[in-house]
């Protein structure tokens, strides 16, 4: 067989949590957590989506915004999930970790912390960029100047703010749980065996991730709000608000083309969001991919994918 493949497309993703990885694959999730005692607990779920399989949530464009809230919802739900593991409180882990996964109260917890997350993003990437921009617009005539200005203060903002929180110690080892996910991922479509050997070898750049798709909504909005200017100060913040969903929209249709393509225009777009993720992955350690392999397993057969992606027999698995 061949050692350098092409990547395929395998449809399952997932997220670094505390002391874990998450994989989903279609409405069925796992979660991996290196206990406190060295075991791993993987918990399997589905999760069928805030609007579930109705038609107009997978429409192009729009459903771009549901995948993104989607996200924020699962991400909160298995990040508690990982946390509770961890929490010095005088219940054990496993009823702690039971707590966690329902309950009306945890539902709108988890709510009102998704929207206050998504406000404070608004704000940090969308708003304070604008508001510096336009602070210096009182000096700097040019219009299209001032423009640009706006986009390159919010790329550095972006920039700046995964830099300083990798700096954290639990944000590195959050790193390096995420450079695992990617890792298994790449191995997998690949068309390499999912083994630990095989993991540690593989790239902790993955052109699907959500890094990229958040360097996409920036960039994007940074187009966009380029070519749509208006003069009433009122009305420029409304636009950047109600724009939102359609940069995240967009963002969304360029991710998906480029985890399905490989040709040179898709390597060209997808490499600052490549570069960016030098900066939220790190390397794993072995414990890490055993971890991240038990999430894969649990929810995607790779055997039966490698077989007929890769032509593989069962003896060489």
């Keep these: 067989m061949a050692k350098n493949r092409q990547a395929q497309y395998s449809g399952i993703g997932g997220q670094a949590v505390l002391e874990g990885v998450m994989m989903k694959n279609k409405t069925k999730y796992a979660v991996a957590v290196r206990k406190p005692d060295g075991d791993i607990d993987v918990q399997v779920e589905e999760y069928q989506g805030v609007f579930?399989?109705?038609k107009f949530a997978k429409l192009p464009l729009i459903r771009g915004v549901f995948a993104f809230v989607d996200s924020l919802v699962l991400g909160m739900r298995v990040t508690m999930h990982s946390a509770s593991f961890y929490e010095e409180e005088e219940e054990t882990t496993e009823e702690s970790?039971?707590?966690?996964?329902?309950?009306?109260?945890d539902d709108i917890m988890m709510g009102i912390t998704v929207a206050v997350s998504v406000v404070i993003a608004v704000a940090l990437f969308m708003l304070l960029p604008f508001l510096i921009s336009d602070l210096l617009g009182k000096y700097i005539r040019n219009a299209s100047l001032v423009a640009i200005l706006e986009g390159v203060f919010r790329i550095l903002i972006f920039v700046g703010y995964i830099a300083a929180i990798s700096l954290?110690?639990?944000i590195k080892r959050l790193y390096m749980y995420h450079g695992a996910e990617h890792k298994c991922i790449n191995c997998i479509e690949r068309?390499?065996?999912l083994t630990v050997k095989n993991?540690?070898?593989?790239s902790r750049q993955h052109k699907r991730c959500g890094t990229s798709f958040l360097l996409f909504v920036v960039l994007v909005s940074v187009v966009i709000f380029f070519f749509i200017r208006v003069d009433n100060m009122a009305l420029k913040l409304i636009l950047r608000l109600l724009l939102v969903p359609v940069i995240a929209g967009i963002s969304y249709?360029?991710?998906r083309l480029a985890g399905r393509s490989n040709n040179v225009l898709i390597r060209i777009i997808s490499a600052p969001g490549m570069w960016t993720q030098r900066l939220t992955t790190r390397e794993p350690d072995e414990d890490m991919v055993a971890v991240a392999i038990?999430?894969?397993?649990a929810v995607f057969d790779w055997k039966a994918y490698l077989?007929?992606?890769f032509g593989y027999e069962a003896e060489d698995l």
């Design 191 to 193: 068309g390499r065996p």
């Design 199 to 202: 993991v540690m070898r593989s």
């Design 294 to 297: 038990a999430s894969v397993e």
């Design 168 to 170: 954290m110690k639990d």
């Design 52 to 54: 579930g399989d109705k």
């Design 307 to 309: 077989e007929e992606t």
């Design 97 to 105: 970790a039971k707590k966690s996964s329902g309950g009306k109260a």
């Design 253 to 255: 249709e360029i991710i």
